[in-house]
């Protein structure tokens, strides 16, 4: 994946709720894949500073589970299994990159990407859902949850690259 395969769109200043929600998810989304963008799968792979585990490629696998997790099995209650943790390696998709084919986690997010969409595209913000808590949430929350997980992520993401290659930016 190089730079140029990676748009990113500005989120419209102007818009109803869904509208703004979804433009500025897929443009964190985008973000992290600008972040990735150019890196060899050793680059992807790189961990931040010990005793981290936190790589660009880990960031990618998490993100994925992320979204899983919160759009398809929570929102649209679809049984998904995990990709890469399980309840005995919780931290599996941050810790199990070093041989990890960096392509094929990259797919996994796209589609999975693809998937959050359709599972979600015809739901109401204000659809709710029991998590495992017993916590009544609503999709509108999910999309508030995971714009703050992407910033957070895509800071990171930032310190990331920068430490790979110097390479900064928006």
Same mark, same amino acid.
């Given at each position: ?74 929102? #649209?209650?679809?049984?998904?299994? !995990?990709?890469?943790?399980? =309840?005995?390696? *919780? &931290?599996?998709? $941050? ?15 796209? #589609?999975?990407?693809?998937?959050? !969409?359709?599972?979600?595209? =015809?739901?109401? *913000? &204000?659809?709710? $859902? ?21 910033? !957070? ?6 310190? *990331? ?10």
């Amino acid at each position: 994946m190089t730079a140029s395969d990676v748009q990113r769109t500005d989120p419209p200043q102007v818009g109803d709720e869904r509208t703004l929600l979804d433009a500025f998810l897929d443009y964190h989304r985008e973000t992290l894949l600008w972040k990735c963008s150019g890196l060899s799968d050793d680059q992807l792979r790189q961990r931040s500073a010990p005793p981290s585990t936190l790589s660009l490629l880990g960031l990618v696998r998490h993100l994925t589970e992320v979204e899983r997790s919160w759009f398809r099995h929570g929102v #649209a209650g679809q049984d998904v299994a !995990r990709l890469y943790f399980s =309840d005995d390696n *919780l &931290d599996g998709d $941050f810790d199990d990159v070093d041989s990890a084919d960096a392509a094929a986690n990259l797919a996994a997010y796209r #589609a999975e990407i693809e998937q959050v !969409r359709k599972a979600v595209a =015809d739901r109401s *913000l &204000d659809d709710t $859902f029991t998590n495992r808590r017993g916590r009544t949430i609503s999709l509108r929350w999910v999309y508030l949850h995971m714009l703050e997980e992407y910033a !957070r992520h895509n800071g990171h993401a930032d310190l *990331l690259r920068e430490r790979i290659d110097g390479a900064t930016g928006e």
